[in-house]
């Protein structure tokens, strides 16, 4: 039986090409050619004037943050589903995460659940783009503006995606992107922080070298972090994203194939806009009832099929007890999963995956 995971990265020979080089080259810390490529070509995708490469998504929250100046005693929101990372960025800085509800549709907060939390100790939101999902960022931009409460763009997975003529990351005063192997684009760990303000990207490169003084080695005056990339994995990354069109194409095409085979049903419905390219391909994502989503997810487990339950709503944790119920997030936390989502799935594995999860319906119905 052959097993299908959740999520392959595509790695080729430009891959190989660039990842051989940079290892030939001896560069293979955090210093070298391909991250200074990586750092003339990020910010052309990420539509801001500068972007540094880091260690990882959860770093480049956490840094962003930093370089907004959170801290202890300072309240974030952040959205009540969403990867555990966002929530564990801000307790990082000894700040607090406010949680607010998301809307029906878009898996993201709206402006109704930011106000709804809101207070005069809110000193940051961090806006995910949940499952790929557009979070509208305009009217949310609009009310916290004024009261100079910044906004953190989560894009880790919906990188590069643009709709009604907004890219996402870059309506917020930063924005941040996680190169992980299971996301859009690759560098094994990694991530990114953009931004169009030139005083935080410093405080940022600064922050993520051990803050080392600027032209004085050795010399460290302030808290800093090892948060840096590797030379080996912006030679990966580059190649990956030379390949970025290519990569998308075909994630597109396996979310479109998913949708026309399990589409017609009212007991399992593929969560997308109706014009797929309005939202990120970086998963396929199911709702149904919530007591089917566990003995479906084993059944194809049994059969060599990969499966995700959605985030856990952070409401629910024992982390976080006493924070009231918040039923959109929890609803969608329980009712909702992930299939198998990467460019090199095959038509007949993805005929094989929704043959079994229809099977299991028509046995359980």
């Not at 300072?74 to 564990?88: G, K, M, Q, R, T």
């Not at 597109?252 to 939202?279: C, F, H, W």
């Not at 049994?302 to 924070?323: E, K, Y």
């Amino acid at each position: 039986m052959t097993f299908i995971p959740i999520s392959s990265p595509s790695l080729g020979s430009l891959e190989e090409k660039y990842l051989l080089d940079a290892f030939r080259s001896g560069w293979v810390s955090s210093s070298g050619p391909y991250i200074e490529r990586l750092e003339n070509s990020l910010p052309v995708l990420t539509g801001t004037r500068y972007a540094t490469p880091v260690s990882n998504g959860t770093t480049a929250l956490h840094l962003a943050l930093l370089a907004i100046g959170v801290g202890p005693g300072d309240e974030v929101i952040v959205p009540n589903l969403s990867f555990i990372a966002v929530v564990n960025a801000v307790i990082y800085c000894g700040a607090v995460p406010v949680f607010a509800d998301i809307e029906p549709n878009s898996l993201c907060m709206g402006l109704d659940n930011v106000k709804a939390v809101l207070t005069d100790r809110t000193k940051a939101i961090i806006a995910v783009h949940n499952y790929g999902f557009f979070s509208d960022l305009v009217p949310i931009k609009e009310l916290l503006d004024p009261l100079n409460v910044k906004i953190v763009e989560d894009c880790a997975e919906a990188p590069f995606l643009t709709k009604n003529g907004i890219k996402t990351g870059t309506l917020g005063d930063l924005a941040t992107y996680s190169f992980f192997g299971n996301k859009i684009v690759t560098s094994g760990e990694g991530g990114c922080v953009a931004t169009n303000n030139f005083e935080y990207i410093e405080k940022i490169n600064y922050l993520k070298n051990q803050a080392n003084l600027p032209h004085k080695k050795f010399v460290f005056e302030d808290l800093g972090f090892n948060y840096r990339m590797t030379n080996l994995q912006a030679a990966l990354l580059v190649a990956q994203l030379e390949r970025l069109s290519e990569l998308l194409e075909k994630r597109y095409l396996v979310i479109q194939t998913y949708i026309d085979m399990l589409s017609g049903r009212d007991d399992i419905k593929v969560i997308a806009p109706r014009n797929i390219t309005e939202m990120s391909p970086w998963i396929v994502s199911l709702r149904s009832k919530s007591e089917i989503i566990e003995p479906l997810m084993e059944n194809l487990r049994l059969l060599g099929i990969d499966s995700r339950p959605f985030f856990a709503a952070h409401s629910r944790s024992t982390r976080f007890q006493g924070v009231e119920t918040l039923p959109i997030s929890e609803s969608a936390s329980n009712e909702c999963f992930n299939l198998p989502t990467y460019p090199d799935l095959k038509r007949e594995s993805i005929e094989h995956i929704c043959t079994s999860v229809l099977d299991y319906f028509n046995k359980v119905s």
